[in-house]
């Protein structure tokens, strides 16, 4: 059923607010997704604080008319559009629709076809790398892992340096009792 003027302009005032709120936005085609594997996708998102919506390229054009980002033409791409929205971590959108992808979705019954990060148009291609780097929990942890590992070498050369005096002590205790 159509939307009236009064809908369509409420759906644009929501868009207009999340796209203000996003850190970045990735642009998806589906096609005969299920409602099992749609509402699994969802729920992804919504863990990592993303949000998966659907609406008409014109509204979704329309949102982002202000922003004024070089190379996007929402009403250029091919079939439905959905956007996610990452409000956290800017990368989350991309890695759980690629790992969506890779674990549900053989047919290609959804793909990238761009997105927005940091006011910069993204093109299919640099999605799906985007999709493959790591999240930053990730990154994290191999900075803590990289800051520790001096620290553990050092402690482990302290305490076999140690084992090596105890080692020692009890060599020449053993050979003062015989």
């Known amino acids: 059923m159509p939307k009236n003027k009064e809908q369509k302009k409420a759906i644009l005032n929501e868009l207009t607010d999340k796209i203000a709120k996003a850190k970045s936005i990735i642009f998806t085609r589906y096609s005969g997704l299920t409602v099992k594997d749609n509402e699994d996708l969802r729920a992804r998102l919504y863990k990592e604080n993303n949000e998966y919506y659907v609406a008409k390229k014109t509204l979704f054009s329309l949102a982002l008319k202000d922003r004024a980002i070089a190379g996007l033409d929402i009403k250029g791409f091919v079939g439905q559009v959905a956007a996610v929205f990452g409000y956290g971590d800017e990368v989350s959108p991309a890695k ?71 080692y020692a002590l009890s060599a020449i205790k053993d050979k003062k009792q015989v």
């Open 96 to 166: 759980i629709v690629g790992q969506f992808k890779k674990e549900k979705d053989k047919e290609g019954k959804i793909e990238f076809i761009g997105g927005i990060l940091e006011d910069k148009y993204l093109d299919a291609t640099q999605v799906a790398s985007l999709s493959k780097l790591p999240s930053k929990q990730e990154l994290y942890g191999r900075i803590v892992g990289s800051i520790n590992a001096p620290v553990a070498g050092l402690v482990n050369a302290l305490a076999g340096n140690l084992k090596n005096l105890v």
